[in-house]
């Protein structure tokens, strides 16, 4: 093998060959189809003599198909260069490998960018403003409904109730989901419309707000959210669509490749679709439904190949209770703010147990949304016991590797000291999101209490116990956008840097990184295909403004993608 190419893909069996003094696969294509050289590229792959884990660096890849043939030196990689190859010139920018969200819901923030985008407002007036301008717009009759609304950043800070929203509504039903999408609130008709009314029960794992006369105030939490989504006007395909292409575009001007995703099950036609056409501009791993019976998740499982690398399914999610923002997570003490309230846990310990082992053993992988302590320690004694069984069946792995489960609990918000050992033994994944804890810093500790709050959103103590970690954004229910996310774990700080929590608990910039690349494709059985730009891998990464390793923390907030790759292909370019 030449002198400063690390490796050559073995494209086909039967072993290496040499050409012109290149290590090339039997069968093998000589030259690339493309290089991209002048690179200041940051491989992922860490440096073992590196006391801080610093990553190797290179100047130039070369690709062939969707593939990274070779990284190093550009005088060597360039001799992969034919005739036929395009070479781009990287201009000394920064490249890295691409953004692996490990926790979304495309569909919704699709659709949250075509329905009442209520990100941000800071008031109940701006909210009612925002409603009105769709309302206005609307058909006759047509259901209203919007994303976003956060009522932490108002001045008063209370949840909206039906009155607020029919002061404005019309003759509409309208429902309005809150932006960690665990509680929502309907008005009058959209109440009338899902039966709710004063005689109407609490759903199991859900709660319907009522003042002292026992009226429904419209606020839907939990479970009781389905009443009113189940009356809304299903979205039509053409529409399904256009949510879907909105939120690819916003993930690839943000550097990401690849989407472990939670939509509706009728949105994965549309990824389908997409990718038919050759517009798939991010891989899709789709998240199944953990509630579904064993049949119906082998029909969707079944129903596309698990060998395609750009869309196929995924873990099994399942709700253990709810946010801390709704004051709906599941704590083993009372809310500091709320005494009279532990939050919502959504299943009973036995039949949740039973459901977990009956999956697992059905080969399939499983995370767990766990916000609150009490909702993690569930979800913890459910894996143990469904390990067990297991290895009693000697195990049936989600990636076809025997014990090989991993399995994730998503948020991890809250834990316990004992808890995080407890990940460590079940090599239970930290599937995380940081951005989180920029919007949460603002009321976190009046929630939990500090005694609590000390033991929160704790990525170096599970690094520090060998737990895997793997960061996404939880988009929409933040901002897609991963500096975001690589600011909030090295700092610990406000955006604008004014407000600090709990800074034990940062991560160095190498930690960050590799828990949005390398950890998050560990925890979708993907890291012998993503997460670093070394050969045989894909070919799937970002180019950016600058230097986000060597950047101030606070200027890593103002990142730009200047081009974002996919399988060899370019799919966003900066103008």
Excluded: C
């Amino acid at each position: 093998m030449m002198k400063g190419i690390a490796a050559i893909l073995l494209l086909a069996a039967g072993g290496a060959g040499a050409q012109n003094g290149l290590a090339v696969a039997s069968g093998a294509k000589q030259k690339a189809d493309a290089i991209f050289t002048h690179g200041n590229i940051y491989t992922g792959v860490i440096e073992a003599t590196s006391p801080l884990g610093a990553g190797k660096r290179a100047e130039a890849l070369a690709i062939s198909g969707d593939r990274i043939v070779a990284v190093g030196a550009r005088d060597e990689v360039m001799k992969l260069r034919g005739p036929e190859t395009k070479v781009v010139d990287l201009e000394g920018h920064f490249v890295m490998p691409g953004f692996n969200d490990a926790h979304m819901h495309l569909a919704t923030a699709g659709l949250e960018k075509m329905n009442v985008n209520l990100l941000g407002v800071r008031t109940l007036d701006e909210f009612r403003e925002r409603l009105r301008a769709k309302v206005e717009a609307a058909a006759p009759g047509e259901w209203v409904v919007g994303e976003g609304w956060d009522e932490t950043l108002w001045p008063v800070k209370n949840v909206p109730t039906r009155w607020d929203l029919d002061e404005v509504s019309g003759k509409h039903p309208v429902y309005l989901v809150r932006v960690d999408g665990h509680l929502g609130v309907a008005n009058t008709r959209a109440l009338q419309l899902a039966g709710v009314t004063v005689a109407s029960r609490d759903p199991e794992g859900g709660k319907i707000d009522r003042d002292e006369s026992g009226t429904p105030t419209g606020v839907l939490r939990e479970k009781a959210e389905n009443l009113a989504v189940a009356a809304i006007t299903k979205p039509s395909h053409e529409k399904r669509r256009q949510a879907i292409e909105l939120a690819l575009a916003d993930l690839a001007s943000h550097g990401v490749t690849s989407a472990q995703d939670f939509s509706y099950w009728e949105y994965f036609p549309v990824y389908e679709e997409i990718e038919r056409e050759g517009k798939l501009t991010a891989r899709i791993s789709e998240w199944l439904t953990f509630d579904d019976s064993i049949e119906e998740l082998n029909r969707k499982r079944n129903s596309h190949p698990a060998f395609d690398n750009m869309l196929h399914t995924g873990m099994l999610k399942g709700f253990m209770d709810g946010s801390l923002g709704s004051k709906t997570a599941a704590l083993m003490e009372p809310y500091s703010d709320d005494p009279n309230n532990r939050g919502l846990p959504q299943y009973e310990a036995a039949k949740l147990d039973a459901m977990t082992k009956e999956r697992l053993l059905a080969g399939y992988q499983i995370g767990f949304h766990a916000i609150g302590d009490l909702g993690v320690q569930m979800a913890l004694d459910a894996f143990a016991a469904a390990e067990k069984a297991g290895k009693q069946s000697k195990g049936n792995g989600a990636g076809g590797g025997g014990s090989d489960y991993r399995l994730r609990i998503e948020h991890a918000q809250v834990t316990t000291p004992q808890q995080i050992l407890r990940f460590k033994d079940l090599k239970v994944i930290a599937s995380m999101q940081p951005s989180h804890l920029l919007t949460d810093m603002n009321w976190a500790e009046s929630r939990l209490g500090p005694g609590r709050a000390e033991h929160s959103y704790e990525w170096a103590e599970f690094l520090r116990h060998g737990v895997v970690l793997a960061f996404g954004t939880d988009y929409p229910v933040e901002p897609v956008n991963p500096f975001r996310g690589i600011y909030a774990a090295i700092t610990r700080q406000s955006e604008d840097g004014r407000k600090s929590y709990y800074p034990a608990q940062k991560l160095t910039i190498e930690q960050a990184i590799a828990a949005y690349t390398t950890g998050a494709a560990f925890a979708e059985f993907a890291e012998k295909q993503k997460g670093k730009l070394e050969p045989g891998m894909l070919a799937d990464f970002v180019v950016l403004d600058q230097d986000i390793t060597a950047a101030p923390p606070a200027k890593i907030l103002e990142t730009k993608v200047l081009r974002t790759v996919v399988g060899g292909k370019t799919v966003y370019e900066a103008k």
